[in-house]
C-alpha cells in the first residue's frame, strides 16, 4: 500500500507546489518578436490575414473554421494537434501594416492580444508581434514561466512563416 500512496502524494505536493508558485507569477505579461523576410509588407499581410490558409504553413493547426464576423472584421477558429479549438476575433485591421487578434474565448485558461506590425524595409520587410496575454490557470502560469517561456508560440509563428516563404529567419527582440 505505501507504494502506492508515496508516489502520489509525491506527485500531489509537486503540483502543488507548482499552483503555490504560479499562484505569485503575474497573470499578464508582455513579450515582443520580429523577425524579417525578403517579402513585401503586402505579401506578408496577405500570409497574415488568410487564416483559412493557416494549416498549409502552421505546422499545429490542423483546421481553420471560420466564425461570422465581429464589428464587421474577420473571426475564426483555430483546430491544433493537440485537440484544442481556439476562437480568434480580429481587433484591429490597417492593411498592409497593422493587425491585432484577440483569443476570443475568456473560459479559456489564457488570452490576450497579438499586435502584427508590419515594417517595410528597403528589400522586403520585418513583422513584429507583441503578445498581451493572461494566463488564468495557476499551474499552466507556472509551467509557462518556467518551462516553455513566453515566447515560444511566437517564435514559433515567426519561423513557420519564413518557412512558408522558403526563408530561414532569425527570430530578435
Known amino acids: 500500500m505505501k507504494w502506492i500512496v508515496i508516489p502520489i502524494g509525491i506527485v500531489l505536493g509537486i503540483v502543488a507546489l507548482a499552483a503555490l508558485i504560479g499562484a505569485f507569477v503575474p497573470k499578464q505579461h508582455t513579450v515582443t518578436r520580429e523577425a524579417s523576410y525578403q517579402k513585401s509588407p503586402e505579401e506578408i499581410w496577405e500570409a497574415i490575414t488568410d487564416y483559412q490558409r493557416f494549416p498549409e504553413w502552421r505546422k499545429f493547426i490542423t483546421k481553420v473554421e471560420p466564425l461570422a464576423p465581429v464589428n464587421g472584421k474577420p473571426s475564426w477558429r483555430e ?9 480568434y476575433e480580429v481587433v484591429e485591421w490597417n492593411p498592409p501594416r497593422r493587425l491585432v487578434t484577440r483569443i476570443a474565448d475568456p473560459k479559456l485558461p489564457f488570452g490576450g492580444t497579438w499586435t502584427f506590425e508590419v515594417i517595410p524595409l528597403p528589400a522586403g520587410a520585418t513583422l513584429r508581434i507583441t503578445e ?3 494566463i488564468r490557470n495557476v499551474i499552466y502560469r507556472f509551467m509557462i514561466r518556467y518551462a516553455f517561456g513566453y515566447r515560444i508560440t511566437l517564435d514559433a509563428y515567426l519561423k513557420a512563416l519564413g518557412q512558408k516563404f522558403d526563408e530561414n529567419v532569425s ?3
Open 79 to 87: 483546430l491544433d494537434t493537440h485537440g484544442n479549438s481556439i476562437p
Open 132 to 134: 498581451n496575454g493572461e
Open 171 to 173: 527570430v530578435e527582440n
